[in-house]
């Protein structure tokens, strides 16, 4: 059971736009930065956003990321059938002294 | 380009240890926190150690602690997880995982492709 929790699925259509949600705690996503990771089956996991809202070099301006209090968000606009993955939250906890994964959530694209 | 090489999974016995390594490249390894993540089979991604880039701290998710040992050889640009009394429940594909900074912050740049390691007797 992870400190950081994600619904475990979610859905679109393509074209359509989707916000995956990850919940926290004071001290873990309200006091550090979140990142997160897409994983499709077979691949390294890959770092799609990283400190709360910046995309490294490569990743498109479709995927948004945003934070807020204990909460984040992975807001996906103009959804392709690539997109069909899981999705992980991660984040630093000054309790635990360690990195935190949420549990992630899995995207259908239908 | 930065690469990451994990090795020395496999096949293990309940109660055996195992030495995972991770060579990488493209990158001056000497300058960025080292983390090991896994993720058993059909199950998300587990975090499970960290080295900072001065070798000064470590860090361990609370259910490896004492099973678990990170170590780096700066000289020989080589980042290691021993894994002690194995358990079922290990079984996982085992990730090297580059931090973009010196010091642990969970923003992993870079992973290497994993290597299977399948604890069973």
């Known amino acids: 059971q992870s400190v950081v929790t994600q619904p475990p699925s979610a859905s679109g259509t393509p074209g359509q736009r989707v916000t995956l949600s990850c919940s926290g705690s004071?001290?873990?996503?309200?006091?550090?930065?979140v990142y997160w990771y897409q994983h499709l089956p077979g691949t390294a996991p890959k770092l799609l956003i990283f400190n709360n809202n910046q995309r490294p070099s490569g990743v498109p301006e479709r995927f948004f990321g945003s934070k807020s209090g204990t909460s984040a968000s992975l807001t996906i606009s103009g959804l392709r059938s690539e997109d069909e993955a899981h999705y992980y939250c991660a984040t630093w906890d000054d309790f635990l002294r360690g990195v935190v994964f949420g549990g992630g959530t899995q995207l259908t694209v239908l | 380009e930065v690469r990451l090489w994990e090795s020395g999974g496999g096949l293990f016995q309940p109660g055996n240890s195992l030495r995972l390594s991770c060579t990488p490249s493209g990158f001056t390894f000497t300058k960025f926190a080292m983390s090991w993540v896994r993720q058993p089979p059909g199950k998300g991604l587990q975090w499970l150690s960290a080295i900072s880039a001065s070798l000064r701290d470590t860090n361990y998710a609370d259910s490896v602690k004492g099973r678990f040992t990170i170590s780096r050889d700066n000289s020989k640009n080589t980042l290691y997880l021993q894994i002690s009394s194995l358990r079922a429940d290990d079984t996982a594909v085992y990730y090297c995982?580059?931090?973009?900074?010196?010091?642990?912050?969970?923003?992993?740049?870079?992973w290497g492709q994993g290597t299977l390691v399948t604890v069973s007797s």
């Open positions: 004071r001290s873990n996503i309200e006091t550090n930065n």
């Open positions: 995982v580059k931090d973009r900074l010196g010091v642990t912050t969970g923003n992993f740049d870079s």
